[in-house]
């Protein structure tokens, strides 16, 4: 790399200007540290280092020490202006010794073990360097199949998920960033149901899973009829289903647990540039970015927060500044290809080959409120349309400028482009809408396309001090019309919601909708809206209310297919820690709860039998009791050591509902399973660890008691939790503020923790 530094000059004010959120997540995440964990350098040291990094590709197109010096200092600006930021592994690894700088790669499996076993290999030596995989399994014969080499049978793709997921289990990164799969099967696949399945009682934490639906799927599913299955070792019919049946239970898998998503995979091989290098499978984790075997992706978002003007007309958009930055995001992310050090000598070929690049945006929620657009109205889904509409037509300049200059991307030739008619690309495309979790905390910024989770929320610190955290453009408001008080920021973020606060004025509470407040169909036609001019895919969560219906999904499945978006993720919420159908054995026999079906408890003995466990909570001392007639447990009853208030109702609400579903037949284990690992605000250490919430004070007790029947003492141990975080729906497992969920992944925006990053 060229010496900069009598060259460049790089103002260092982002340090000041940064956020406190920003800085916390910065120094937690993305700074270089010592080795006792201690960051070495500033943001702008960061930032320095990335943009002297990422401009030394200019040294491979014939431009001197001064011409890359000028480069680095206008990437610099570029994402100290906070206007654009690459994905995160670009942030954390440019200059370093790692200098992986894809967040996500697509490897194939192929039906062997050869293959198999290469694929965890590889997958390994990915999550090691931060990357996360995706991977289709539909080329594994399916379950029962013949293998002729052993004269047995195969075991089939789900069996074969375990593995991979075990090896992500086992690859630490660091501590910077998580591994995370996107698994995909097609419809059309003979174990197609039991990947369907596969997540209902838990299994596979380390993946997001997917079903690739067919245009002859859907087609069936709107006729009602049959379709046929493809033995993919013999091509041929291998059974039909009933199409019909088989939606309807994708729709009350995902509905009960947030898996699997579905992705059109017709229309996402419709739009493959280079369709002559092969078929699109699988995507990358959240679902945004289609790839062919041994593809990566480089990301990068505008935050267009920052694009809004105020005219003596009203504000709109700076579409000047916008595109300029444009052209410059698509400068950067091109040459990011050029210093990216990729983990596999064939996926470095690939991504130089096609030089695909995803430009996308965050902030959109804020330009919508700074616009005073609903975002749940036509003008919200018409400027979107717009806005990325101009993005795609910018990036596309941008592209064909720099392919002017050096060359259009090596597998041009055969490629969607190649015709009298096609544009010279640089890139094989250009834009993608990425989830932008910590990168828009960095931002200071909403995440995505997404709407804001909330308004206001509250943010634990050191010894438990709740700090009351409310959206910048909210406040600014609320001061601004004199309706702002600090205890109305606290009811907000209680309820996270403007929704029935009437103190704050109804046009105001239209702007601020948060996600919770949206009808689910704007999310799919905000999707809808940028995903008309995206080459690559949208990210994008579809949020329901817990009491949402599985017709509710299935009404915005069969929309997102009407309307063109090329998959969908959805999440309700406290769906993680549901099941569509449980069974459970009791001495009168089994139980089976179905979702619409109702189950009477058995009845209280007169006499039962049991012990009393303290626990110190957050709240206080919690006394449990935990009871057994001669059918096992039946009944908890908790006491506060402190009489009345909201805990004390709460925990004998919890364990009232708790009593009932053990005489109900449910297994114990799976009650704790649920309860563990829940965190409040105000957790508190015992012996043995932390306890997160009086109801995980519950479940250690539970767990205690079991042990007591079965062995006859009982552990004071408290801390068994630390598996059970990762799956945690409501809450983070860092600091124990509110999760946000978007494509597969789980954002807290207290901390900059994310599932996935």
């Given at each position: 790399m060229a010496d900069l530094n009598e060259t460049a000059t790089y103002p260092k004010t982002i340090n000041e200007t940064l956020s406190p959120n920003s800085l916390m997540v910065l120094r937690k995440r993305y700074l270089k540290k010592d080795e006792e964990g201690n960051a070495v350098e500033q943001p702008s040291d960061m930032f320095r280092r990335v943009a002297e990094n990422i401009a030394s590709a200019e040294l491979r197109y014939d431009s001197d020490a001064t011409e890359v010096a000028r480069v680095a200092a206008d990437f610099y600006d570029l994402m100290t202006s906070l206007e654009f930021l690459p994905n995160s592994p670009t942030l954390m690894n440019a200059g370093r010794e790692l200098q992986q700088l894809s967040a996500c790669f697509v490897l194939p499996v192929d039906d062997s073990m050869d293959s198999i076993f290469g694929a965890v290999r590889d997958t390994a030596l990915i999550h090691k360097s931060g990357g996360g995989t995706g991977f289709s399994f539909s080329r594994l014969r399916p379950g029962g199949d013949q293998v002729r080499s052993t004269q047995?049978?195969?075991?089939?793709?789900?069996?074969?998920?375990?593995?991979?997921?075990?090896?992500?289990?086992?690859?630490?990164?660091?501590?910077?960033r998580r591994g995370a799969n996107m698994g995909v099967l097609r419809i059309d696949h003979p174990d197609i149901l039991k990947f369907i399945k596969c997540k209902e009682d838990g299994d596979f934490a380390n993946f997001n899973i997917s079903v690739a639906l067919t245009e002859e799927f859907m087609n069936a599913v709107e006729a009602g009829t049959s379709y046929p299955l493809y033995n993919p070792r013999t091509k041929e019919i291998g059974g039909q289903l009933d199409a019909r049946e088989v939606y309807e239970l994708i729709v009350d898998m995902a509905w009960a647990t947030g898996d699997p998503g579905i992705i059109f995979i017709d229309r996402m091989n419709r739009d493959n540039p280079t369709p002559r290098l092969g078929e699109i499978e699988s995507t990358n984790p959240c679902g945004e970015q289609p790839l062919l075997p041994y593809e990566a992706c480089n990301l990068g978002s505008v935050n267009l927060s920052r694009f809004v003007r105020y005219t003596d007309n009203g504000p709109d958009v700076d579409w000047d500044r916008l595109a300029d930055v444009v052209h410059r995001g698509v400068h950067f992310l091109d040459n990011v290809i050029d210093v990216n050090e990729y983990p596999l000598e064939k996926i470095s070929e690939l991504a130089r080959g096609n030089r695909k690049i995803g430009l996308g945006v965050m902030g959109w929620a804020d330009l919508l409120?700074?616009?005073?657009?609903?975002?749940?109205?036509?003008?919200?889904?018409?400027?979107?349309?717009?806005?990325?509409g101009f993005i795609e037509a910018e990036a596309r300049a941008a592209s064909v400028k720099l392919a002017e200059t050096r060359g259009v991307f090596p597998n041009f030739e055969g490629s969607i482009y190649d015709t009298p008619e096609g544009i010279k690309l640089r890139n094989a495309t250009v834009t993608t809408i990425a989830p932008?979790?910590?990168?828009?905390?960095?931002?200071?910024?909403?995440?995505?396309?997404?709407?804001?989770?909330?308004?206001?929320?509250?943010?634990?610190?050191?010894?438990?001090?709740?700090?009351?955290?409310?959206?910048?453009?909210?406040?600014?408001?609320?001061?601004?019309?004199?309706?702002?008080?600090?205890?109305?920021?606290?009811?907000?973020?209680?309820?996270?919601?403007?929704?029935?606060?009437?103190?704050?004025?109804?046009?105001?509470?239209?702007?601020?909708?948060?996600?919770h407040d949206i009808?689910?169909?704007?999310?799919?036609?905000?999707?809808?809206?940028?995903?008309?001019?995206?080459?690559?895919?949208?990210?994008?969560?579809?949020?329901?209310?817990?009491?949402?219906?599985?017709?509710?999904?299935?009404?915005?499945?069969?929309?997102?297919?009407?309307?063109?978006?090329?998959?969908v993720t959805i999440y309700r919420d406290g769906s993680k820690a549901g099941q569509v159908l449980t069974t459970g054995k009791s001495a009168q026999g089994?139980?089976?709860?179905?979702?619409?079906?109702?189950?009477?408890?058995?009845?209280?003995?007169?006499?039962?039998?049991?012990?009393?466990?303290?626990?110190?909570?957050?709240?206080?001392?919690?006394?449990i009791t935990i009871n057994s007639d001669e059918q096992g447990l039946c009944e908890v009853f908790t006491q506060m050591g402190k009489s009345g208030g909201c805990?004390?109702?709460?925990?004998?609400?919890?364990?009232?509902?708790?009593?009932?579903?053990?005489?109900?037949?449910?297994d114990p284990q799976a009650i704790i399973k649920h309860l563990r690992g829940i965190r409040c605000p105000s957790p508190a250490w015992a012996q043995g660890g932390k306890v997160l919430s009086c109801a995980d004070a519950v479940g250690i007790a539970m767990e205690h008691y079991l042990e007591w029947m079965e062995t006859g003492h009982a552990s004071t141990i408290v801390s068994k939790n630390g598996d059970q975080l990762d799956n945690l729906s409501g809450a983070c497992p860092?600091?124990?503020?509110?999760?946000?969920?978007?494509?597969?992944?789980?954002?807290?925006?207290?901390?900059?923790?994310?599932?996935c990053a």
């Open positions: 047995g049978v195969s075991s089939g793709p789900v069996s074969f998920m375990r593995v991979f997921n075990q090896a992500t289990e086992a690859v630490k990164q660091g501590g910077t409120i700074m616009m005073g657009v609903s975002y749940d109205s036509e003008d919200a889904v018409a400027l979107g349309e717009k806005v990325m932008t979790g910590t990168l828009s905390i960095i931002a200071n910024c909403s995440s995505g396309i997404e709407p804001l989770f909330a308004v206001s929320y509250v943010r634990t610190v050191m010894d438990n001090d709740r700090l009351i955290e409310v959206n910048p453009l909210f406040e600014d408001i609320a001061v601004k019309q004199g309706f702002y008080s600090r205890e109305l920021m606290n009811l907000i973020a209680e309820h996270g919601s403007l929704h029935d606060m009437e103190a704050v004025p109804r046009e105001v509470r239209d702007v601020f909708v948060t996600a009808a689910p169909e704007w999310h799919i036609k905000m999707q809808a809206s940028f995903q008309k001019y995206t080459d690559n895919a949208v990210s994008k969560t579809v949020n329901f209310g817990s009491e949402a219906l599985p017709e509710d999904v299935r009404k915005v499945y069969d929309l997102a297919h009407e309307l063109g978006v090329k998959g089994e139980v089976e709860t179905q979702r619409h079906g109702e189950i009477e408890p058995r009845p209280r003995p007169s006499i039962t039998l049991g012990r009393t466990e303290k626990i110190q909570t957050g709240c206080g001392n919690l006394y805990a004390s109702s709460q925990s004998e609400a919890l364990s009232r509902m708790i009593s009932v579903s053990l005489r109900a037949g449910v860092e600091c124990g503020g509110s999760l946000e969920h978007e494509s597969g992944c789980a954002v807290c925006r207290a901390c900059g923790y994310s599932k």
